[in-house]
């Protein structure tokens, strides 16, 4: 089991970008890593999943605006995020396999 930390959340106008960053403390090379987001008063929802050989998958909200890739040799997931909308607005996770996660990091889009 790894711990994962995200970074690269901030505050930025609405049509801007953003790229998030999940690190892992070791080796996600065999695991799929999953980007979920939950906007305040909202359930989590799903974003993107990238799956350990490196086939991806979107939310359709955010499809053709944001894409995930990952860097095994850096045990790191980024999730580019462009164009982006107040309801873009949330605190995104990563976890892998769905067993680890992240403590999250704030994204507020203004407009």
């Known amino acids: 089991q790894v711990e994962l930390v995200e970074s690269g959340g901030g505050l930025v106008q609405s049509g801007g970008s953003l790229r998030l960053s999940c690190a892992a403390s070791?080796?996600?090379?065999?695991?799929?890593v999953t980007w979920y987001r939950r906007a305040p008063g909202s359930s989590r929802e799903f974003v993107a999943q990238?799956?350990?050989?490196?086939?991806?998958s979107y939310d359709g909200s955010v499809k053709g605006r944001f894409t995930i890739s990952r860097d095994n040799a850096r045990n790191t997931v980024y999730l580019q995020m462009n164009s982006l909308k107040v309801e873009d607005t949330a605190v995104y996770y990563c976890t892998s396999d769905n067993v680890s996660w992240g403590p999250g990091t704030q994204v507020t889009v203004s407009s």
């Open positions: 070791g080796s996600i090379s065999r695991m799929f």
């Open positions: 990238i799956l350990a050989n490196g086939e991806v």
